[in-house]
């Protein structure tokens, strides 16, 4: 089907296409009524022309990504056109196929009309015949003309006269055929966008407003349809791909789904039951469901397709596969509850962003994914017509016409019956849905696993004393593991935190054995979807697992009555013995140990043999497979449990068998939660970790766990575990395990490639590595020492510290020494011996195996480019005041200004006075400013004071996580900076709730490029495959910089499996963005920086050759400053007074910028050195260069291969350069403010007051930053009086509105906003409110979009309706009045005021440790929707507060005329015991008034 | 995390307490009192537990420093033995004699300004906990293996070696020319820093544990090295270095001028209760005299602290460095002069005066030169600065050098350095006989008993190595 790949380059180099994203801008017109019109088409093409800024462009400037519209097929349209061909049209419907054909190869065109004419035929239907579907090729650009297919459609005659519905089916069977045959016959290019007598659908690769231009039928009177769905698309790559574009054959789809590869996987086996039940003799043509090669929402959209063409109807199948989140929903309807239930036990949930607008034909739906991490607003109008799309304002409507506004919550949809002409609002459908099947019926009695009879009783433990002992070494367990991971994991119900990042050797290149999971590392969410907050926002994950689901997706009716439901897949060794006797008979218990003796393939033997006895038994009935790699003795070694498991599942899936059976997994070796990730993502549906229990009885037996008994030790090691898979889930965004099961959610880091494919299929593996024979060796190694040896010892560990005769540490102590003598008494010499015992340690890193080929002849060292220069290249990367020390934190600033070299200021502000120079001349102000997902003293002033900003997306410690500083660490004067309350804990979430998407980065960067006009634009990424792509979207979204940060960097506290398993190392990441842009023709837009363990002069010429121009030094430049590797950031203990705000420990620091200077310096001049050895004289002339390098060693002998080459590939030609040439920033269009600041001239050269007054539209965003950005560098962001300067607006003004607004500015809109009003707010008033004209009640409507008010610091908002999802997220000090809101709203909010007079969604408050929130509770709901875990929830109850909110009332109404706010206020006797009022736990005690005038009622302390 | 650790920024840094320093002149029993088990918690407590761990890596023996205090701290003492014990074959004696303030207390990260973790009392108290509570059992080997082998010196690296050789199940002999085993550890340190039961229940264990001991056996005289080739599958030469470095200066035979050594080993029989004459005689013992001790390491710290309990009238240490350059541990001098030790730094003898017997020291001022490229100021005489102090007992402590062994032996064919250590392949400890190996002072010249230790551990993998391949080659 996907016959234009030739065009796209396969995988070269590590670029593959497989890693691609998309994502945009999406919606629909229908009419209420479901008659045909010219309008709907007019609509929906103009609502096209107000998403360009969703989209993107390619390189050429002309070629969009794509876009297009799916509509109704006017009937008539195509009549006359058959009839104009001399053909009497029959009755029935006409229906319409829309082919790309291949248009140079004649020949392949006709064979594919031929194959479209003979299956069309062989279904025994008749052809009108074939129509050249006009274009114009005017609008396009150079490569989608160079790749334009020949557009026809075909028009077929429904001469069986069969019902409609058979006739979509078997046009759907037809398709299938189709492209089967074409795939047969090896033509390329040739792909059916729809075949349908419903709809069809124009798209293709232009922008979205060229869309009626390119196709002149659009613009026939005589076009008409009573639905459009349109979409724009804005992708990660710019090949051209005419088939990508969307809208798909039944849905667009905006934002990514992150399950899909489970997903797709699992849809395997679920498709050979499923055809055969809907699709009888033709069960074979649908097959695969999902065509290889599809993207994410193409697969989407493929079984969307199969399960309406299956008889389910639209609204059915988005519940079936992208529900709402309701295990933990108890306020949701019972028939709501068991209508989910049912689709969860026979479709995992596609997870993931996604707006999505979808028809059957019938229905027109639009729909969100359960955490409603996409916008969709829709509005009715009073003129018949539903208009929803990603933004308010796509299709204007005069507000007197509209009837409704709204705005979709997380999991809800809309539906349009168009037959009945109905409207459904979300709860409505929801009604209909439940109530359309017994569904309850059909899940009751679900048993809990409580409910066995084997569970009774106390935790087992089976092993004890030297059999114990030697069990842990044969599993390769240590001392450190037990007193390191595991016993954190008992005490305090978490995972173990660790400091410092990762310097241990990549487990290819170790020495040691290391076991299967280290070679796994784990998935993450960066730019195109976000991760979850598994902390804040846990009410919408579940690690719920089922034993016997539905057999198939389709199965309706059969009872699941004493189904097996439990709460997580961990096992203890009680659930699961259990579990075997609770099976009984259908139970097969299965060896997975191998004989020592065996010989060289007694582990592949293995394997086989329990694939073999698997499948017998799942043939034979025995639905419950239980592997275990218990039966270990002198003469039997493990077979390691993520193999068998990977393989198995691999082996079930393939042979249709996988859903009927569960796959449970005991393992000695399993004892962090990133070993049950590894399992469980290699299909496994329980774990059980029986000998990490046995050490947990052995512990507790001992008396380590204090008062615990042993099942308490269990319950909590348990708990640590589901929060620890949680947070795995979470960082690449999936919320429910039965999704992430069976994904291989995981990149390979040297696995070897065959290995991969058998055992994990899907799973990127870049440089291979070692293989099923290396496997075995090392296995029957660590078995030897547990059996062979004398001593029964635990050996001592050293993978998180060192200890001698273990494990290789970068960080050498006696080499931390060397380099702090080094540039304390300024000797080179030193610093030579230094990086030359650092390139003898045995490898560690990738680079170590890599050379340069030196030149035959050197320059002279006097030839090459100066230290000065170099030195300009270098950076410390960011890290925050907050986690360092004030002194360690100016000491780095201080000296990267000395040399011209750069420091991030990292995340949590910067005080005010080191923005100009101090007396002496040192110049403390951090060039480059961060702007991370807590946005802490990010205030427009802030981020006016540099060169560049940063945008941390991820970090190279723990990608996809939040960071948290805890209270200790807050004192006044970090609290000061961050606008928060001294010794209350900060927490950074995990997303920036201001990029979910690769769009919504666009907007970031636009919008920053707003408010500070001079600034550079870097975005900071972790290495991880598939990062090529990425930054491929990140430098269209118009980046400058792009940063790829290794894994193993960080300071900080991170869980140490984060540390460990997440992210790759940036030789890999690097090579990747490098080859990726090249191929692109981007690389000439960016500058690439790379940070993540560099050292030494030789780290950054193989960084430059690999397509680094810059570079980060962040451990290295804290040892010049004294830092020794303590490892224990998080204690606030630093014994060197570098990471600790203590203020004793403080005084000790001794570092001093003369140190990290030198330490530049001495980089610098062995850089040179290496340059003149290879006869360069400037750093600039080898970036890129991967043929300067070579592989000196393979690796280890037992590797079955380990190939850096796709590192050294060049993609582009031999001397393409491979370096930034943009003088000045990339630039991005002007919005209204360019307008407005000439308009204003008075106010800036004569600070005169002035109002101002525009209309406005949903294209134009960010208003009022740029001017902020005027009036703080003018008069600095405090300088004008509030409200000085007005600026009335009319009309739905675009994203960002008023963003980082400072003092003096004030916004008035009369319409609405979109997503982002207030983002950063700094002092600045807004002010929204419906027109005048406006009928409907302010109260029920939506107004503003999600994300409202993101990291405001100060100022003000009004706004006379509801405000979207995650409401004042991180507001630290804005007050603002709103008449309802969605869900997460006040999250994290550390300062503040929050007036929300109206309803709010699910999980208020989480998070929330400052500020105050009143709201106003008409139905008596809010106590369902509050997260209390950090908030007290109380009823008015002090004259004080009371008088404060009736202000902020008093001042809503003033400022927007609210007739909602002027009701409660005449009323507000009788409203005021509606209210609640919400103040954190921690505040309590710090408010300057207390809650209550009653003494008793305030709780003590929080 | 409930952390236990990392107290040092509240807990302050505490030593055992020690005996008022006139109660200690009384008798030759050890200085400091035992850690009460809160008290050792507590200062284990004060451990950083780093990342990269300078304690354990400048340990000659890599002790899982960190660890072992973590588990003290945490009250697993027995854990905490096992821990020590896997990488220390006596960490009761290294918590005593170390010089931690070189070792691994000096390297302590949070020394700085907080005064390190009592690393070695911690130790210490660990290793005779289970001492006392008899976690401590004699080793029983899983396998008895026929191979025998043969060590010289019954010191600290020839009984570590003993030790690993009888864990893997070596029939294991070990000869020595003295009548009691320990060598250094029982005749060399003295009492006060090291009791004697200490190393005779370590030496009682190894007996107990099926090792031959062989006193008062002299190899050269009892038997030669070929005869015990011909005897054992492998030989260790542990015999450490006992040659007394000597004093080139007018006067320095005299009588009464004694070697250090010699007045030790003296002393320390004495205190088993032995009879020795020329202590009895007066000529080895201090009462009522004026001591003078020339040498600045730590066997001049044991001879002037000895001397002061012996009951001398006065003592002085004459050193050519200062205090800051001495090579002794601090904690030594400081200890010393608690006791009523004079130290004259700066000073180097000129002379030694008197008739037949010795009753004066000549000595003249010296001053530290221009440092050498290593750093060091080398000291050098200060013109015209000379001057006398009197003395009835002259004592050289100025370091040892190894004896003739191939002469002492009868073994020619053994083949040793210019200096007379023996030469061995640095990777096999094997010296140029086949299967002679060499461990210790002998090899690396006189140093300290952790180094010893680490050597003979270091010679017994060798060992089992060479005699595993033998079998291979025998089978």
Redesign the interface.
């Known amino acids: 089907m996907n016959s234009f790949n030739e065009h796209v380059p396969g995988p070269i180099g590590l670029y593959n296409p497989a890693d691609e994203h998309s994502s945009c801008g999406v919606g629909l017109v229908a009419a209420l009524d479901g008659r045909p019109s010219r309008e709907v088409v007019l609509r929906g093409i103009e609502a096209l022309k107000a998403i360009w800024h969703r989209g993107a462009v390619d390189a050429d400037g002309k070629t969009g990504d794509g876009a297009g519209i799916l509509l109704e097929i006017p009937q008539e349209f195509f009549r006359e056109h058959i009839k104009a061909t001399g053909h009497e049209p029959s009755k029935g419907r006409i229906a319409v196929g829309m082919a790309f054909l291949p248009r140079v190869d004649l020949s392949a065109q006709e064979t594919c009309r031929t194959i479209v004419e003979t299956e069309i035929l062989n279904f025994g239907y008749t052809i009108y015949g074939w129509r050249q579907v006009p274009v114009d090729v005017s609008v396009i650009g150079e490569k989608a003309e160079a790749t334009r297919p020949e557009i026809e459609q075909i028009m077929i005659a429904n001469s069986k006269g069969v019902d409609d519905e058979t006739f979509e089916r078997e046009l759907y069977i037809i398709r299938r055929r189709i492209e089967a045959g074409v795939i047969a016959s090896q033509v390329g290019d040739f792909y059916m966008c729809s075949l349908s007598s419903r709809s069809v659908i124009y798209k293709g690769l232009f922008l979205a407003e060229q869309l009626s231009i390119f196709y002149p039928d659009l613009l026939d009177d005589s076009y008409v349809s009573s639905y459009a769905i349109y979409h724009q698309r804005y992708s990660t790559n710019t090949f051209p791909q005419w088939w990508l574009a969307q809208p798909f054959r039944m849905l667009a789809h905006n934002g990514e789904i992150n399950t899909i590869r489970g997903n797709v996987n699992w849809m395997k086996s679920h498709q050979i039951r499923m055809a055969s039940i809907a699709f009888g003799d033709n069960s074979e043509d649908i097959k695969p469901v999902v065509p290889k090669g599809a993207s994410d929402s193409a697969a989407l959209d493929a079984v969307f397709e199969v399960m309406v063409r299956s008889g389910r109807d639209a609204p059915m199948v988005k519940t079936m596969l992208v529900p709402e989140a309701w295990s933990n929903k108890t306020s949701m309807p019972q028939a709501h509850r068991d209508m989910y239930a049912y689709t969860n036990s026979v479709m995992e949930p596609w997870d993931g962003p996604a707006a999505l607008a979808a028809t059957d034909g019938r229905w027109i739906i639009a729909g969100l994914d359960r955490n409603g991490l996409r916008p969709m607003r829709y509005t009715v109008t009073n003129d018949g017509f539903l208009i929803v799309g990603s933004e308010s304002g796509m299709v204007v409507v005069d507000e007197e016409d509209v009837r409704e506004k709204g705005a979709l919550g997380p999991g809800q949809m809309v539906a349009l019956d168009l037959h009945e002409g109905r409207f459904y609002h979300g709860n409505e459908i929801k009604d209909k849905l439940s109530a359309a099947q017994p569904f309850g019926e059909w899940v009751t009695d679900l048993s809990s696993i409580e409910e066995l009879p084997d569970y009774k009783g106390e935790e087992l433990a089976s092993y004890k004393g030297d059999d114990l002992r030697r069990r842990q070494i044969a599993a390769g367990l240590s001392?450190e593991d037990l007193?390191l991971i595991l016993q954190?994991q008992v005490?305090?119900a978490k995972e173990a935190?660790g400091?410092?990042g990762d310097d241990t050797p990549l487990a290819v290149l170790s020495a040691q054995y290391r076991n299967l999971s280290h070679y796994f590392r784990q998935n993450f969410s960066q730019v195109t979807n976000p991760p979850i907050d598994s902390l804040r926002e846990h009410r919408v994950m579940s690690l719920k697992t089922r034993f016997g689901n539905f057999a198939n997706v389709l199965d309706e009716g059969h009872t699941q009555a004493g189904a097996l439901v439990l709460d997580s897949p961990v096992l203890s060794n009680r659930e699961w013995q259990a579990l075997v006797k609770h099976f009984d008979d259908a139970a097969e218990v299965i060896d997975c140990t191998f004989e020592v003796s065996g010989g060289a393939s007694a582990l592949r033997d293995a394997l086989n043999r329990i694939r073999r006895e698997a499948e017998d038994a799942v043939r034979e009935g025995r639905g419950h497979l239980f592997l275990t790699d218990q039966n270990i003795s002198s003469e039997r070694a493990p077979v390691p449990m993520i193999l068998a498991t990977g393989g198995l599942h691999t082996h079930l899936i393939e042979n249709g068998l996988r859903t009927f059976t569960s796959l449970n997994v005991r393992s000695a070796e399993c004892l962090d939660p990133h070993y049950f990730a590894v399992l469980i993502g290699a299909g496994a549906t329980t774990v059980n970790a029986y000998l990490a229990q046995d050490a947990i009885a052995d512990r507790q037996a001992?008396g380590?766990f204090g008062d615990f008994n042993f099942t308490e030790c269990i319950v909590r090691a348990c708990e640590a575990i589901d929060q620890g898979l949680l947070k795995i889930l979470s960082k690449m965004g999936i919320s429910v395990i039965s999704s992430y099961r069976g994904g291989n959610n995981f990149e390979a880091l040297g696995l070897s490639r065959a290995l991969v494919a058998e055992f994990f299929p899907g799973m990127p593996t870049k440089i291979s590595g070692i293989g099923l024979a290396g496997i075995q060796q090392k296995v029957l190694e660590q078995h030897g020492k547990a059996f062979f040896d004398?001593?029964c010892?635990l050996p001592?560990g050293g993978l998180?510290?060192?200890?001698?005769?273990s494990e290789v540490?970068a960080?050498?102590?006696?080499l931390?020494h060397l380099l702090q003598s080094a540039v304390g008494s300024d000797n080179y010499a030193k610093y030579l011996t230094y990086s030359r015992g650092l390139h003898n340690l045995p490898p560690v890193n990738l680079r170590d195996l890599l050379d340069f080929r030196r030149a035959e002849e050197g320059v002279p060292l006097e030839g090459v480019e100066s230290i000065t220069q170099l030195r300009k290249r270098f950076i410390t990367p960011g890290m925050s005041l907050g986690a360092l020390s004030k002194e360690a934190h100016e000491t780095l600033a201080i000296a990267m200004n000395r040399i011209g070299a750069k420091s991030v200021s990292g995340e949590g502000g910067e005080d005010k006075s080191r923005y100009t120079p101090y007396e002496n001349g040192d110049n403390a102000n951090s060039p480059i400013k961060q702007v991370a997902s807590g946005r802490f003293g990010v205030t427009a002033e802030y981020l006016n004071a540099c060169e560049e900003l940063e945008i941390k997306v991820a970090q190279g410690a723990k990608p996809g996580e939040g960071g948290q500083l805890p209270g200790f660490k807050v004192t006044d004067m970090i609290a000061k900076l961050r606008h928060s309350t001294p010794g209350v804990t900060l927490i950074s979430p995990p997303p920036h709730h201001d990029i979910y998407s690769i769009e919504d980065l666009a907007q970031l960067i636009y919008d920053l490029k707003q408010i500070n006009p001079r600034a550079k634009v870097c975005v900071k990424l972790v290495s991880s495959a598939g990062i090529g792509t990425i930054a491929a979207g990140v430098a269209k979204a118009h980046a400058d910089v792009i940063l790829i940060s290794g894994h193993n960097g960080g300071t900080g506290a991170s869980p140490q499996t984060s540390i460990k398993y997440a992210g790759t190392p940036w030789e890999i990441g690097l090579a990747e963005v490098n080859q990726v842009l090249t191929l692109n023709g981007l690389r000439h837009r960016v500058t690439l920086r790379t940070d993540g363990g560099i050292r030494t002069g030789r780290d950054v010429v193989i960084a430059a050759m690999l397509g680094a121009e810059e570079f980060g030094v962040g451990t290295a430049s804290l040892v010049a400053m004294g830092c020794?590797?303590?490892?224990?950031c998080h204690?606030n203990?630093c014994?060197?007074g570098i990471c600790t705000q203590?203020e004793?420990?403080r005084k000790?620091f001794d570092g001093s910028a003369e140190k990290v200077v030198n330490l530049f310096s001495f980089i610098a001049e062995e850089t040179r050195e290496i340059l003149a050895e290879l006869g360069v004289k400037r750093l600039e002339d080898i970036i890129g260069r991967t043929e300067l390098l070579h592989q000196v060693s393979r690796g280890a002998d037992h590797l079955d291969d380990l190939d850096l080459n796709p590192l050294l590939v060049q993609v582009g030609g031999r001397g393409q350069k491979h370096i930034c040439t943009m003088e000045e920033r990339n630039p991005v269009p002007d919005t209204l403010d360019a307008q407005m600041i000439d308009d204003a001239q008075a106010v800036f050269s004569k600070g005169e007051k002035m109002q101002l007054t525009y209309s406005v539209q949903n294209t134009l965003r960010a208003i009022g930053t740029r001017f902020s950005s005027e009036i703080t560098r003018t008069f600095g962001m405090t300088g004008l009086k509030p409200d000085h300067v007005t600026v009335r607006l009319r009309g739905a003004a675009g994203q960002s509105l008023g963003a980082f607004a400072v003092q003096g500015l004030k916004l008035e809109v009369a319409g609405d906003a979109n997503d982002y009003v207030g983002k950063g707010l700094s002092g600045g008033t807004i002010v929204v409110r419906p027109s005048n004209r406006a009928s409907f009640n302010s109260q029920d409507n939506t107004i503003i979009g999600n994300t409202v008010l993101y990291g405001a610091t100060s100022g003000k908002l009004f706004a006379a309706g509801k405000a979207g999802e995650r409401f004042a997220v991180r507001n630290s000090g804005a007050t603002v009045v709103v008449e309802g809101c969605g869900a997460n709203g006040c999250e994290y909010m550390t300062g503040g005021t929050a007036v929300i007079l109206g309803g709010v969604g699910d999980n208020f408050g989480a998070g929330m440790t400052g500020g105050m929130a009143f709201i106003y509770d008409a139905d008596g709901s809010f106590e369902e929707h509050v997260n209390n875990e950090s908030v007290l929830v109380s009823r008015l109850d002090s004259a004080y507060w009371e008088e404060a909110l009736l202000k902020h009332i008093e001042e809503h109404v003033a400022e927007t005329h609210s007739r909602w706010g002027m009701t409660i206020m005449l009323n507000w006797e009788a409203k005021r015991s509606q209210f609640w009022q919400v103040v954190p736990k921690e505040m309590i005690n710090r408010l300057e008034h207390p809650i209550s005038d009653k003494a008793e009622n305030i709780p003590l302390s929080a | 995390m409930a952390e236990k650790l990392l107290k040092f920024v509240s807990v302050e840094q505490q030593m055992p307490v020690k005996r008022a320093a006139q109660k200690r002149l009384d008798d030759f029993n050890e200085v400091y009192a035992e850690f009460d088990h809160e008290g050792a918690a507590e200062q284990a407590s004060r451990c950083s537990q780093c990342g990269v761990p300078f304690c354990h890596i400048h340990c000659p023996l890599g002790n899982n420093i960190p660890d072992w205090l973590r588990l003290t701290a945490e009250g697993r003492l027995e854990d905490a033995y096992e821990m020590a014990t896997s990488t220390n074959n006596m960490p009761e004696i290294c918590g005593r004699i170390c010089p931690q303030d070189r070792l691994c207390e000096g390297n302590c990260v949070i020394e700085k300004d907080f005064n390190s973790v009592t690393i070695g009392s911690v130790e210490k108290y660990i290793a005779d906990t289970a001492w006392d509570k008899g976690w401590v059992k004699p080793i029983t080997p899983l396998v008895e293996q026929e191979q025998s082998v043969g060590i010289i010196g019954a010191g600290p690296a020839g009984l570590a070696a003993a030790e690993e050789l009888r864990k893997a199940g070596f029939q294991v002999h070990i000869y020595d020319r003295h009548d009691r085993a320990g060598g250094l550890l029982v005749y060399g340190i003295p009492g006060f820093k090291l009791e004697k039961d200490v190393v005779g229940r370590r030496t009682g264990r190894l007996e107990q544990s099926g090792i031959t001991f062989h006193l008062d056996f002299e190899i050269g005289r009892d038997a030669s090295l070929a005869d015990l080739r011909e005897k054992h599958d492998a030989i260790l030469v542990a015999t450490g270095v006992y040659r007394a470095r000597g004093l080139k200066v007018p006067g320095v035979g005299l009588s009464n001028i004694h070697e250090a050594l010699d007045y030790l080993i003296a002393s320390n029989k004495k205190s088993f209760g032995d009879s020795v004459p020329e202590f009895e005689n007066g000529n080895l013992d201090a009462e009522g005299k004026d001591i003078v001790v020339i040498g600045g390491g730590d066997t001049a710290m044991d001879c002037v602290r000895t001397a002061v309990r012996q009951g001398a009238k006065s003592v002085k240490c004459v050193y050519r460095r200062d205090r800051d350059n001495m090579p002794g541990s601090v904690r030594e001098v400081q200890n010393a002069e608690e006791e009523g030790v004079e130290f004259v730094w700066l000073s180097g003898p000129e002379a030694f005066v008197g008739d037949d017997k010795v009753e004066a020291v000549r000595a003249y001022k010296m001053r530290l030169g221009a440092p050498d490229s290593t750093g060091r100021q080398a000291p050098e005489p200060v013109p015209g600065s000379t001057y006398t102090m009197g003395c009835d007992l002259a004592i050289l402590a100025l370091g040892f050098e190894p004896e003739d062994l191939p002469a002492l032996f009868g073994a020619p064919e053994l083949r040793v350095t210019r200096w007379g250590t023996v030469t061995v392949d640095h990777q096999s400890m094997m010296s140029n006989l086949k299967g002679v190996f060499a461990a210790g002072d002998i090899v690396r010249g006189a140093s300290l008993v952790v180094w010893a230790i680490r050597d003979g551990r270091d010679a017994a993998e060798s060992i089992k190595k060479f005699l595993k391949e033998q079998k291979a080659v025998a089978a």
């Open positions: 001392h007193e954190p005490m305090t935190i400091s410092m001992k380590l004398g001593t010892s001592i998180y510290r060192y200890r001698r005769g540490h960080h050498d102590g006696q931390i020794i590797m303590v490892r224990q204690s203990t014994p060197v203590d004793a420990l000790k």
